[in-house]
C-alpha cells in the first residue's frame, strides 16, 4: 500500500477525534490540559502584569518614569532631546536656605516646582497641621507650602509670611506628602515648596550654591530607553541618571513574597494537572491497541500509526490550550479585581507572552507525559487483531518517566524562575512518593494474611487493591498528591501567610525620630519611654562614604545597577553599636563581644549587610576606608548580617565597632508605635524638641498590611485551579482502571452478586484507599512543608498536628469520588460486557 499523505492521515485523525470526543479519558485529559494551561496563563499574566505595576508604583516614588539630576542645570540639548521624543517633562530645584519670620529663623530644605509637577503621583496637602489632607495641587506663584514641623518650630499658622531668601511668601497649605520624598527616612531638615516662578526672585541660587537641579521625565519604555541612550553619552561628571528600577524597598520586598507565595500554589496546579495528563494519556494508548493493530493490518506503516495518533493527541492538545489561555487570561483579571486597591489605576496589559507562554506549557506537558505511552501504539503487532494478548513492547521505563519529570520540572521552572522553589516541590514530591510508595507496596502485600476470615464485602474490596498492587499503591500515591497538594495550600492560605503577617505586628513603629542632639539624647530617650511602649533604641548617625577596600579605590568593585553602585554614589548613614540590632543576623564572622573601644594599634571591626558585600566582592578580613566628617577612618570587615528590612526599625549597612567614631560628631535616631488619635503629642514633642525631625511611616505600614489582606484572598482564588487539578487527577485515575472494573462488576452480577454489595465493596475499596492515601499526604506535606520553610521561605518549622485529618478527608473524598466515578461498572449490562470480552 503507497503512503498516505500527511492532508490524508490529518483529515482521518479529526474524524477520530471527533468520534472519540465522548470516550471518558479524553474528557478528562481535555480537563485536566485546560487546568494546566489556564494556571500557568494565569500566573504568567500575574507575575507581567505585576511587574508591570511595581515599575509604575516605584515611578510614584520618584515622581517620574526617569530624572536626570545634577549639580548643574541641563543643558540646552539634553532638553531637547526628550522633547524630540515627546516625552512629558517637568522641573525642578532644590536647595537649602533659612526660612526667616518675626519669629525667627529656620534652615529647610526648599523645594521649587513648575506646573507640571509630578509627573507620577500626586502632591497631597492640608488645611492646617495635623488636619485631614487632600490630594493635588502646587503651590502658586507667591505661595509658600511647609511641612507641620516649620510651623511648629517658628509658631506659625496658615496665612502667614515667611520669607526664603528676598522673597516673601504666604504660606496656604501644609506639605504632607511628596511622591519623590516617599521612604526618604534621613532627610534632617524640614521641607519648604515654592513656585518655580519664585525662584529667582529668592536671590538664593548664585553661581557656586549648592543647588540640585532635576529634570524630570515621562513616557513609553521604548522613548525612555530611545532619551538614556541619546545623553549618556554626553552626561557631565556631577550629573546622573535614576529610574524606577530600584524601586521602594519595603513595597518591592512585599510583592515580591506576594508572587513567590502565589507561584507556590499555581507549581501545585500544575503538577496535579500534570499528573492528569499523563494518566489520561496513559489510557488513551492503552485503549487504542486494537485500532493500531487493525489499521496496521490495512497497510498502514509504523510511524504512520504514530503520526495519525500523535495529530490526535496534538489537535486535542492545541484546542485545549486555546481554551485554557483563554480561561487563563479571564482568571488574571479576577487576580487583579482582588488586588485592585493594591496596585495602580492603570495596570499595563501583560501583551502575548503569557498565552503564547501558557500554550507552550500545555502542549510540554502534553509531549512529555503522553508521547511515551503513545510511542507503544507504533509497536502493537498486527496478530493483535485474532489474539488480544499481544502486546506492544513497552518503552523503558526511565524513558518514560524521565520524559515526564524533565516536562514537568522545566514548565515548573518557567512559570516561578526559581530553581530552590522548582526542586523543593518536585523534589520533595518526588522522594515522598518513592519512600511512601514502597512502603505501600510492602503494606499492601502483607494484607493478604487479613482477607481469609473477612466478610465479603472486604474481600471484593481489599482483593481489587491486591490483585495489582502495583496499581493500587500508583492511586494511592495519585490520590495521596492531591491531599497533600490541599494541605500544602491550607499551609499556604494559613501559617505561611501568618507567620509572614507577624513579622509586622500591628504595634510596629510607625514614627521616626532623626537629627537627635547628643545633649538631648537621654531626655527624648526618657520622653519616648512614656509616650510609647513600643520604641527602638537610640542608634548614632554619621554620613559617611566608602572610598577604598583593601586600597583600592571602590569603583573598581563596583557592577552597573547593583546595590554597591548605588551605596557608593552616595553618603552612608554610618553607625556603631554594641549589640547585634533586632532584625540583623550574623551569616558569617562574629560579633564583637566587648563594648570596650579597640587598643590602640588595632585596627577596628565594621559588620557589612551580606548583599551589599556579595555586591562589592567584599569578604571577612578586607580593609575599608572611608572618609567621614573630613577624617580618613580604616576598619576591617568582621562580620556579615542579614537584615530584615520589613520590620521598620532602624537598619544600617555598615555598623562600627564602639569606640571607632567617638571622636566624629554625631545625631541619633530611633523608631517607635504611637497610637492613632495621639497627634497632639507629636505636636508637643516637635516643639519640644525644635531640632528633631519625626517623620510618619503609618502610610508605608498600611501599604504592607494592604498587600498582606489582598494576598490572602489572591491564594484563596488560585486555590480554586489546585482544586480542579485535583478532581483531574482523582477522576483520571478512575477513568485508568474503568474497563477493568466494568468487566469485574458484569462478572459478579453474572454469578448473582446485588447493586447493594458491590456499592458497598466500592466504599471499602476507595475509603481505604483514601485512607491511606491521607497518610501518606500528610507525611509527604510535612517533608515538602520542611524543605519550603527550611530553603525557600526562610522560616522557622514546625510539626503541624492539624494534617491528621488528612486521613479521614481522604476517606471521604476519595471514598465519595469513587463510587460516583465508577457508576457506570455497575450500570453496564453484564450480558453485553460478556459479550464483548
Same mark, same amino acid.
Given at each position: ?309 500523535? =495529530?490526535? #493527541? $496534538? ?7 486555546? &481554551? %485554557? *489561555?483563554? /480561561?487563563? @487570561?479571564?482568571?488574571? !483579571? +479576577? ?104 512502603? =505501600?507496596? #510492602? $503494606? ?7 482477607? &481469609? %476470615? *473477612?466478610? /465479603?464485602? @472486604?474481600?471484593?474490596? !481489599? +482483593? ?374
Amino acid at each position: 500500500m503507497a503512503r498516505l499523505p500527511f492532508s490524508r492521515l490529518l483529515s482521518l485523525a479529526a474524524r477520530q477525534l471527533m468520534r472519540d470526543a465522548r470516550a471518558g479519558e479524553l474528557r478528562v485529559l481535555f480537563f485536566a490540559l485546560v487546568v494546566a494551561v489556564a494556571a500557568s496563563t494565569a500566573i504568567g499574566y500575574f507575575g507581567a502584569r505585576l511587574n508591570s505595576a511595581m515599575l509604575l508604583r516605584a515611578t510614584e516614588f520618584l515622581g517620574a518614569d526617569l530624572i536626570l539630576g545634577g549639580s548643574t542645570p541641563a543643558t540646552p540639548a539634553q532638553i531637547d532631546a526628550g522633547k524630540a521624543l515627546k516625552l512629558d517633562h517637568s522641573q525642578i530645584v532644590i536647595f537649602s536656605s533659612v526660612v526667616a519670620t518675626d519669629n525667627g529663623i529656620q534652615l529647610a530644605s526648599v523645594k521649587a516646582v513648575d506646573g507640571a509637577y509630578p509627573l507620577r503621583g500626586e502632591l497631597k496637602s492640608a488645611p492646617a497641621p495635623y488636619e485631614a489632607e487632600t490630594v493635588g495641587g502646587e503651590p502658586q506663584a507667591g505661595e509658600a507650602w511647609a511641612e507641620a514641623r516649620i510651623l511648629v518650630a517658628l509658631n506659625l499658622k496658615v496665612g502667614d509670611s515667611i520669607d526664603v531668601g528676598s522673597k516673601t511668601l504666604k504660606l496656604t497649605r501644609v506639605l504632607t506628602y511628596e511622591p519623590d520624598r516617599a521612604g526618604n527616612f534621613y532627610s534632617l531638615t524640614p521641607r519648604v515648596m515654592i513656585n518655580m516662578a519664585d525662584l529667582e526672585a529668592t536671590k538664593v541660587v548664585q553661581p557656586g550654591s549648592r543647588v540640585s537641579y532635576r529634570d524630570l521625565w515621562r513616557g513609553t519604555p521604548q522613548d525612555l530607553a530611545a532619551y538614556r541612550k541619546a545623553i549618556e553619552p554626553g552626561l557631565a561628571p556631577n550629573q546622573k541618571i535614576d529610574d524606577a528600577r530600584d524601586g521602594n524597598q519595603q513595597i518591592g520586598g512585599a510583592l515580591g513574597k506576594a508572587e513567590r507565595y502565589l507561584n507556590m500554589a499555581s507549581l501545585v496546579a500544575v503538577l496535579l494537572a500534570g499528573v492528569a495528563v499523563a494518566l489520561s494519556a496513559a489510557r488513551f494508548a492503552v485503549r487504542r491497541f486494537d485500532a493500531s493493530a487493525l489499521l496496521r493490518c490495512l497497510g498502514l506503516s509504523r510511524n504512520e500509526a504514530l503520526v495519525l495518533f500523535g =495529530l490526535q #493527541l $496534538a489537535m486535542l492538545g492545541v484546542v485545549a490550550s486555546a &481554551a %485554557g *489561555a483563554l /480561561l487563563g @487570561w479571564f482568571a488574571q !483579571l +479576577g487576580l487583579f479585581h482582588l488586588l485592585e486597591n493594591l496596585l495602580p489605576a492603570a495596570v499595563p496589559p501583560g501583551g502575548w507572552l503569557p498565552a503564547v507562554a501558557g500554550i507552550g506549557t500545555g502542549l510540554v506537558a502534553l509531549a512529555g507525559f503522553a508521547l511515551p505511552p503513545l510511542a507503544a501504539l507504533g509497536r502493537v503487532p498486527p496478530l493483535r487483531v485474532l489474539r488480544r494478548d499481544m502486546l506492544p513492547i513497552p518503552a523503558s521505563t526511565w524513558l518514560v518517566y524521565g520524559a515526564a519529570l524533565l516536562a514537568l520540572g522545566l514548565i515548573m521552572w518557567r512559570l516561578s524562575l526559581d530553581l530552590v522553589l522548582t526542586f523543593a516541590l518536585l523534589g520533595g514530591g518526588l522522594i515522598a512518593a518513592l519512600i511512601l510508595g514502597g512502603v =505501600l507496596l #510492602l $503494606a499492601l502485600k502483607s494484607l493478604r494474611r487479613l482477607l &481469609a %476470615g *473477612a466478610s /465479603l464485602p @472486604w474481600r471484593l474490596g !481489599l +482483593g481489587q487493591l491486591l490483585r495489582h498492587p502495583m496499581a493500587a499503591a500508583g492511586q494511592s500515591l495519585a490520590f495521596g498528591l492531591i491531599l497533600l497538594s490541599m494541605g500544602l495550600i491550607a499551609l499556604l492560605r494559613g501559617e505561611l501567610l501568618d507567620t509572614w503577617q507577624n513579622q509586622l505586628p500591628k504595634d510596629a513603629p510607625n514614627y521616626f525620630a532623626l537629627n537627635i542632639l547628643p545633649n538631648d539624647k537621654d531626655h527624648f530617650a526618657e520622653r519616648m519611654g512614656r509616650l510609647s511602649t513600643h520604641s527602638a533604641p537610640l542608634y548614632p548617625m554619621i554620613p559617611g562614604r566608602l572610598m577604598t577596600i583593601n586600597g583600592e579605590p571602590v569603583s573598581k568593585f563596583v557592577t552597573k545597577d547593583s546595590r554597591g553602585e548605588n551605596a557608593t554614589q552616595r553618603d552612608l548613614n554610618l553607625t556603631w553599636a554594641a549589640t547585634l540590632p533586632e532584625g540583623n543576623s550574623i551569616t558569617a564572622g562574629q560579633w564583637w563581644t566587648s563594648n570596650q573601644p579597640p587598643a590602640d594599634g588595632v585596627v577596628p571591626g565594621v559588620s557589612v549587610e551580606t548583599k551589599l558585600a556579595n555586591s562589592l566582592n567584599m569578604k571577612l578580613g578586607d580593609t575599608l576606608g572611608f572618609v567621614i566628617g573630613g577624617l580618613t577612618r580604616e576598619v576591617k570587615v568582621t562580620s556579615l548580617r542579614d537584615i530584615n528590612w520589613d520590620t521598620f526599625q532602624p537598619n544600617f549597612f555598615m555598623i562600627f565597632q564602639p569606640g571607632t567614631l567617638k571622636d566624629v560628631p554625631a545625631t541619633y535616631l530611633t523608631s517607635f508605635y504611637l497610637a492613632p488619635g495621639n497627634d497632639q503629642q507629636i505636636v508637643e514633642l516637635s516643639r519640644a524638641y525644635p531640632a528633631v525631625t519625626i517623620l510618619q511611616v503609618e502610610a508605608l505600614l498600611a501599604q504592607l498590611r494592604s498587600i498582606l489582606d489582598q494576598v490572602t484572598m489572591a491564594v484563596q482564588y488560585v486555590l480554586l485551579f489546585v482544586l480542579a487539578a485535583g478532581m483531574a487527577v482523582l477522576f483520571s485515575g478512575l477513568q485508568a482502571t474503568l474497563d477493568e472494573r466494568i468487566r469485574q462488576g458484569a462478572l459478579l452480577r453474572a454469578l448473582g452478586a446485588n447493586r447493594a454489595l458491590l456499592i458497598k465493596a466500592r466504599r471499602i475499596e476507595f475509603g481505604l484507599l483514601g485512607a491511606v492515601s491521607g497518610v501518606l499526604a500528610a507525611i509527604g506535606c510535612e517533608l515538602v512543608s520542611f524543605a519550603l520553610y527550611r530553603y525557600a521561605f526562610n522560616l522557622e518549622w514546625h510539626p503541624h498536628a492539624w494534617l491528621l485529618v488528612l486521613p479521614l478527608i481522604g476517606a471521604l473524598l476519595v471514598g465519595g469520588a469513587g463510587v460516583f466515578g465508577t457508576r457506570r461498572a455497575l450500570n453496564a449490562s453484564p450480558l453485553q460486557v460478556l459479550r464483548e470480552g
